[in-house]
Nanobody, 123 residues
Framework: QLQLVESGGGLVQPGGSLRLSCAAS???????IGWFRHAPGKEREGVSC????????YYADSLKGRFTISRDNTKNTVYLQMNSLKPEDTAVYSC?????????????????WGQGTQVTVSS
């Protein structure tokens, strides 16, 4: 069974960068992996997704140009590079496996959720 573990979160100043990692417990090349974030008082939001078959990438419109998703199947890891971070990016970031076309509107269709990693953007 696929298990996912996130890492790489932390405290960063506005304008800074972080790279989050989502490590899988098994060979993950054929799994589509999505990144989600959940800020206090807000609904969980789909951030980005990368398919398993052709590595097609998906981004929330508001994040295009700042966030980049990628994967290294030799390390069974999916990354989320976050640049030009803003205070409103503060949230717990989690990864999960599912079907990318549904990541924005149907995150409940995703499974194997990791425990999440906290990202705090503050001066």
């Amino acid at each position: 069974q696929l298990q996912l573990v996130e890492s790489g979160g932390g405290l960063v100043q506005p304008g800074g960068s972080l790279r989050l990692s989502c490590a899988a417990s098994t060979f993950m090349a054929y799994y589509a992996i999505g990144w989600f974030r959940h800020a206090p008082g807000k609904e969980r939001e789909g951030v980005s997704c990368i398919s398993g078959s052709d590595n097609k990438t998906y981004y929330a419109d508001s994040l295009k140009g700042r966030f980049t998703i990628s994967r290294d199947n030799t390390k069974n890891t999916v990354y989320l590079q976050m640049n030009s971070l803003k205070p409103e990016d503060t949230a717990v970031y989690s990864c999960a496996s599912g079907d990318c076309p549904y990541y924005r509107n149907y995150p409940t269709l995703f499974g194997s959720w990791g425990q999440g990693t906290q990202v705090t953007v503050s001066s």
